[in-house]
């Protein structure tokens, strides 16, 4: 018998038909797997089409907790069950090819020096995926992308922004600092030596705290092109968006005071959060307006 050497886990709030499709392309991997889903109180159908399907009696472990604790919690609870050397974390919205883990493993035993390593994460027709590879997301990059001045001053590294998919792909495995929270491929020791996901962000911004924390250790965090996943991006969330619009505020609100406010001005950190406050107001009255422009009567 082939000795496991990874464990998926998968957060599972609501995620419908998502869930049993994204572990049916798991169970095509050339390499066995362990599954465990951490649901976090799922109302709808999501464990429902699990039983239906017998996927229960695979290698699939399900961890049900009693209120939804958020992302990064429901990661964390099940980690006590973790023996193996790689660990997955996996969005139950992405879909990933038969040996997209096999290929993991290999970069993993090719860089040794690798905590974690991302993949190409792609749309469902194909296109890259903004937040696959990049850089730490300090104020000044955030400024840059948001305002674009990454683009109009492309020549000047003094305004790079934080996201780099706009870029040609490497041929071969690349150092980056950022990769795509919805597929984590990691390595055991790494976790145990930086830390788990912190839990006090509820959902958005825990992945940048974990980028920030492998960075500032002796682990790499690696991106590779030759692994494709499948991502159908927010499904899950695309149910509650307001909350999660201030679910992003909130973790960017802490993920700023945690790393950087000590290292920049007083009004720095002003039109930071400003930022941060405005974002959220501004896409909070776009996405009211939609909404009394799609329900107003036709006369």
């Given at each position: 018998m082939v000795d496991t050497l990874v464990t998926v886990i998968i957060v599972?709030?609501?995620?419908?038909?998502?869930?049993?499709?994204?572990?049916?392309?798991l169970l095509k991997s050339t390499i066995p797997v362990k599954i465990i889903v951490s649901d976090n109180a799922s109302t709808d159908n999501s464990l429902n089409l699990l039983e239906q399907s017998?996927?229960?009696?695979?290698?699939?472990?399900?961890?049900?907790?009693h209120t939804n604790i958020g992302f990064a919690r429901a990661n964390n609870a099940v980690y006590p069950q973790i023996n193996t050397p790689?660990?997955?974390?996996?969005?139950?919205?992405?879909?990933?090819?038969?040996?997209?883990i096999q290929h993991l493993?290999?970069?993993?035993?090719?860089?040794?020096?690798?905590?974690?390593?991302?993949?190409?994460?792609?749309?469902?027709?194909?296109?890259?995926?903004?937040?696959?590879?990049?850089?730490?997301?300090?104020?000044?990059?955030?400024?840059?992308?948001?305002?674009?001045?990454?683009?109009?001053?492309?020549?000047?590294?003094?305004?790079?922004?934080?996201?780099?998919?706009?870029?040609?792909?490497?041929?071969?495995?690349?150092?980056?600092?950022?990769?795509s929270g919805s597929c984590m491929f990691v390595r055991k020791k790494a976790i145990n030596e930086v830390g788990l996901l912190d839990d006090s962000y509820f959902l958005y911004c825990e992945d940048y705290d974990w980028f920030y924390r492998f960075k500032q250790s002796k682990w790499k965090i690696l991106f590779t092109p030759k692994t494709k996943v499948k991502h159908i991006k927010s499904y899950s969330t695309k149910q509650m968006p307001f909350k999660v619009l201030v679910y992003k505020a909130k973790g960017m609100w802490k993920y700023y005071n945690k790393f950087f406010q000590?290292?920049?001005?007083?009004?720095?950190?002003?039109?930071?959060?400003?930022?941060?406050?405005?974002?959220?107001?501004?896409?909070?009255?776009?996405m009211i307006i939609k909404k009394i422009i799609h329900f107003r009567p036709i006369k």
């Open positions: 599972n709030y609501n995620a419908g038909e998502m869930l049993r499709l994204c572990i049916e392309h017998n996927l229960l009696k695979t290698n699939l472990i399900i961890h049900r907790n790689f660990v997955l974390y996996l969005n139950p919205d992405c879909f990933i090819g038969k040996d997209s493993i290999h970069t993993m035993y090719e860089y040794p020096e690798a905590g974690m390593v991302g993949c190409l994460v792609t749309n469902i027709n194909g296109t890259e995926q903004i937040g696959c590879r990049g850089l730490t997301p300090t104020p000044r990059r955030v400024i840059n992308q948001l305002l674009h001045l990454n683009k109009v001053f492309s020549d000047n590294p003094n305004f790079q922004g934080y996201l780099t998919s706009d870029k040609e792909l490497p041929s071969k495995p690349i150092e980056v600092e950022l990769i000590n290292n920049f001005s007083p009004c720095t950190t002003l039109v930071i959060k400003a930022g941060i406050i405005g974002r959220l107001v501004i896409l909070s009255c776009i």
